[in-house]
């Protein structure tokens, strides 16, 4: 018997290393291959592991060198990045300026796009290849927050996707970068297997292989975990932190996102179908378009409980427009405490004492504990004298009904992550200013909101730099706020588990990558 055991753990020791150079990763949702395809995060998590971007983000999301090297400020419309020489693409290609331009130019050219990444390209009117290893970027204005933006653009080789298509990325054989990972195996809506670069020109990934499995129902992402099928997985529920922090099988990793989530009001039409008075029938006007009822709405919402209530307590409550840690972030603006009589009086002031039948649309797969977050929502709003209902959809289903353009839902559970910018210009550019398309403002307002007295005051603080910036962008960020445009909630906290045995350092944009785990220290 002892033989057999000592066959049995020698058997295990020689299988330990082996393990270690695999990791299994479950992902929540199906993700794309094309990283100038649909501005998205899970999108943007597979780009990050298999190509760069031209500035590297850390997981504080603090703008570091990567291929980029250096850049710096030429002028006061002119950045000029310094490549990192001796790059190569995962094909044995060299990296050059060419490969950069042509990546900027690629991200507005591509067809029929949902989601572009224009938002970070704007300004930038000339890109200028000075040399193998110097790009000029030129602006239509002053510009501080370009290398943040330049966070989000990948870099694809010009010679490989030069005639290639998104579905040419989306099979792998367009999938070419300089990042940690090649892909090995593009599998679609279940996945992908990558392969470590040992070309990489940074800090060696821990895995030669990395097998990334989407599952995106909660309980079997987690089922995964503990049955050993997954080493990694990422949205972990709330409900369940506390247990798998007892479990010794299991490590759990945790920080506070950048990723504010709100109440976005729908402004954009006079009137909706699912906008009714008291006894059912569709209002005339749209009341949203008040500042009372808006002002009412967020009376009505005590984000203490829903904090602790509908997200078990990971998540921070605010009425600020960005995290504590970024750039416009006001110290001294108090989180106000639910007041659902004053919400009926302002309903009352608005002309509709009886209040009156609206409809809160919901993801119920995209953000943490989405559905349940709508229905207390829901609940909260009801006491303050409107008569809420929640719908909940796929997020496949719901985006795309949510558009600017076609958003038919009177309010809409949404939510932004920042890290492109680390301060309120993000945010204020994409989701308060007037939706303007050919400029690459407003991407992300799908409520219609528009005041051409903030959207100029938004233009000028984007200008700034130096001292006075900060002060100036908590001066906007908080004008903007008291218009309502969107009603913040709190901030989602990133939530990561890993099978004992790994570390795992989560991101604050929320992307889960493989060259952020490594095993743990023995």
């Not at 750039?327 to 009156?356: K, N």
Request: aromatic share 6%.
């Amino acid at each position: 018997m002892t033989r057999i055991r000592l066959a049995l753990l020698g058997l295990l020791l020689l299988a330990a290393p082996a393990r270690t150079q695999s990791l299994t990763m479950a992902v929540e949702a199906p993700f794309g291959l094309d990283p100038h395809f649909l501005f998205a995060g899970p999108n943007m998590a597979a780009a990050r592991q298999i190509y760069d971007s031209l500035i590297n983000r850390d997981a504080e999301s603090r703008f570091v060198p990567g291929i980029v090297e250096r850049w710096e400020a030429t002028g006061p419309q002119e950045w000029t990045l310094h490549l990192r020489r001796g790059v190569i693409f995962h094909d044995g290609g060299a990296f050059t300026a060419d490969d950069v331009a042509f990546s900027i130019a690629r991200v507005p050219a591509l067809p029929n796009n949902p989601g572009p990444y224009t938002s970070n390209l704007r300004t930038i009117s000339r890109v200028e290849a000075v040399d193998a290893h110097t790009v000029r970027l030129h602006t239509d204005q002053p510009n501080p927050v370009l290398p943040g933006q330049l966070t989000n653009i990948f870099v694809v080789s010009k010679r490989v996707a030069e005639a290639a298509t998104t579905a040419d990325f989306n099979a792998g054989r367009a999938a070419i970068g300089t990042g940690p990972f090649r892909v090995e195996q593009a599998r679609g809506t279940e996945g992908m297997t990558m392969l470590r670069n040992d070309a990489y020109w940074g800090e060696a990934p821990a895995w030669q292989r990395v097998n990334i499995r989407v599952i995106g129902n909660d309980s079997a992402r987690l089922a995964a975990l503990l049955s050993g099928d997954a080493d990694l997985v990422e949205s972990v529920p709330p409900t369940d932190v506390e247990r798998l922090q007892r479990d010794p099988r299991v490590a759990v990793f945790r920080r506070n996102s950048d990723r504010i989530m709100y109440l976005l009001p729908n402004l954009r039409l006079d009137q909706f179908p699912l906008l009714t008075d008291a006894a059912g029938a569709p209002l005339p006007h749209n009341p949203l378009r008040d500042i009372r009822v808006r002002q009412a709405l967020s009376l009505a919402i005590d984000r203490q409980a829903l904090a602790a209530r509908a997200l078990d307590g990971q998540a921070v409550p605010t009425v600020q427009m960005v995290p504590e840690q970024f750039g416009g972030f006001d110290a001294t603006l108090p989180l106000p405490a639910a007041d659902p009589a004053r919400a009926r009086v302002l309903l009352a002031e608005a002309g509709y004492p009886d209040g009156f039948g609206t409809t809160i649309g919901c993801s119920n797969n995209r953000y943490v504990n989405d559905a349940r977050v709508c229905q207390a929502l829901g609940q909260m709003l009801t006491r303050a004298g409107f008569q809420a209902r929640v719908e909940t959809q796929p997020w496949n289903v719901f985006s795309p009904r949510t558009q600017a353009h076609r958003n038919d839902l009177p309010l809409m559970l949404y939510g932004l992550s920042l890290s492109s910018s680390r301060d309120a210009s993000y945010i204020l550019s994409t989701a308060v200013h007037t939706r303007v398309p050919e400029r690459a403002f407003g991407q992300g307002n799908r409520g219609g909101f528009s005041d051409a007295r903030l959207d100029a005051m938004i233009h000028a603080v984007n200008g700034l730099s130096g001292d006075g910036r900060e002060a100036e962008l908590r001066r906007v960020a908080r004008e903007a706020g008291e218009a309502l445009p969107f009603i913040p909630l709190y901030n989602q906290v990133v939530v990561v588990a890993a099978r004992r045995g790994i570390v795992y350092v989560p991101r604050m944009d929320e992307q889960m990558v493989a060259q952020n785990a490594r095993p743990a220290p023995r």
